[in-house]
């Protein structure tokens, strides 16, 4: 398979007019060549942290805190999923990864609440897609070991010390949430050693210095801070620390739209729109050791292709501008995963 257009190549996303040349699912030449095709060609996404779970609830609890929305184990979402029969649940999620996959999600890391069951859900709803997922089991040692890793609510709300030993004795990632609401509890998570952090909206100069110090990767979710009133996480000062990567968070606030983060991030965050196409691609990809994210020979072609004739992005004078700030769904023309 030959992919032609503006092919947006390597980790600084340099801008080449040329072809993509796939083989068994992998890349095996980038040529520079004209073409006559107004493609723009740019990895599939990599969404680093997603709640799927919560489709069946989308836009529910309007006006309420984070807690009352989201925290364990009685927060509106875990009422709801409760609630909610494992058919209903399967068939929501199914619905959300078949719009990520058309969109250009490659894959997402998702935090899977329900324990084994829960885990379980998510491996049906994603049978039969392209999209691939990283499923990080929540609540007991063997949610972990039914999934791919370990997802953790955050350091206040449990000890996580056990399900943490555990989940490095399996040589599985450990992300948990920290900072969201505070700065309380970031330290104790640091503690944790994490393979990576989620939200960080609150961090003291001490936290910053530790993330740095001790490599810690943070994934940050801007829209859903803001939704749930928690603020924005200082992106610019964390992109100059340490890896960051791009979430949506849950699908009960918002869209798991990378397209829609991409433009948030960049606008309210004070950060270029190559480190956050970075974000939404190569970093996501690290934290979980996948071979994808970027547009390199050897690399897994997991491939968006957008109409850059299109009505949105014709006379585009930056592609990586465009791609990040202004392209959406409807400027998908092909996803290759």
């Known amino acids: 398979m030959e992919l032609e257009g503006l092919v947006l190549r390597g980790r600084t996303f340099d801008p080449i007019e040329g072809r993509v040349v796939v083989d068994d699912g992998e890349i095996v030449a980038i040529e520079e060549t004209e073409t006559d095709s107004d493609a723009i060609i740019c990895p599939a996404f990599v969404n680093a942290h997603t709640h799927i779970g919560d489709s069946i609830a989308k836009e529910a609890g309007a006006g309420l805190s984070l807690d009352d929305l989201v925290a364990p184990p009685d927060g509106l979402k875990h009422r709801?999923?409760?609630?909610?029969?494992?058919?209903?649940?399967?068939?929501?999620?199914?619905?959300?990864?078949?719009?990520?996959?058309?969109?250009?999600?490659?894959?997402?890391?998702?935090?899977?609440?329900?324990?084994?069951?829960?885990?379980?859900?998510?491996?049906?709803?994603?049978?039969?897609?392209?999209?691939?997922?990283?499923?990080?089991?929540?609540?007991?040692?063997?949610?972990?070991?039914?999934?791919?890793?370990?997802?953790?609510?955050?350091?206040?709300?449990?000890?996580f010390a056990e399900r943490r030993a555990a989940t490095r004795a399996a040589n599985k990632p450990f992300g948990i949430h920290a900072g969201e609401r505070d700065s309380h509890d970031l330290s104790p998570a640091l503690d944790l050693d994490p393979t990576f952090l989620v939200h960080v909206v609150h961090p003291e100069p001490h936290h910053l210095d530790r993330?740095?110090?001790?490599?810690?990767?943070?994934?940050?979710?801007?829209?859903?801070?803001?939704?749930?009133?928690?603020?924005?996480?200082?992106?610019?000062?964390?992109?100059?620390?340490?890896?960051?990567?791009?979430?949506?968070?849950?699908?009960?606030?918002?869209?798991?739209?990378?397209?829609?983060?991409?433009?948030?991030?960049?606008?309210?965050?004070?950060?270029?729109?190559?480190?956050?196409?970075?974000?939404?691609?190569?970093?996501?990809?690290?934290?979980?050791?996948?071979?994808?994210?970027?547009?390199?020979?050897?690399?897994?072609?997991?491939?968006l292709v957008l109409d850059g004739d299109s009505d949105n992005l014709a006379g585009a004078r930056d592609p990586v501008r465009a791609v990040v700030r202004r392209a959406g769904v409807a400027d998908v023309e092909r996803v290759v995963l």
Not at 131 to 138: F, K, P, S
Not at 285 to 293: I, K, M, P, S, T
Request: glycine share 10%; net charge negative.
């Open 80 to 159: 709801l999923l409760r609630a909610a029969s494992t058919e209903e649940k399967v068939e929501a999620m199914r619905r959300s990864l078949r719009f990520m996959e058309r969109s250009g999600t490659a894959r997402t890391i998702e935090f899977r609440e329900g324990g084994v069951e829960g885990v379980r859900a998510i491996r049906e709803a994603l049978d039969g897609l392209d999209i691939e997922a990283t499923v990080l089991g929540r609540e007991t040692v063997d949610a972990m070991e039914a999934g791919d890793g370990f997802g953790a609510s955050g350091a206040r709300d449990d000890d």
């Open 211 to 303: 993330i740095e110090r001790e490599g810690v990767p943070v994934v940050v979710c801007p829209r859903s801070n803001l939704v749930t009133g928690v603020g924005t996480p200082p992106i610019a000062d964390l992109c100059d620390r340490t890896t960051v990567a791009l979430g949506t968070d849950n699908v009960m606030l918002n869209s798991p739209s990378m397209f829609r983060e991409m433009e948030f991030a960049t606008k309210v965050g004070d950060v270029p729109a190559e480190e956050v196409l970075r974000m939404a691609t190569i970093h996501g990809a690290e934290l979980v050791d996948r071979n994808c994210g970027l547009i390199e020979t050897g690399r897994d072609a997991k491939l």
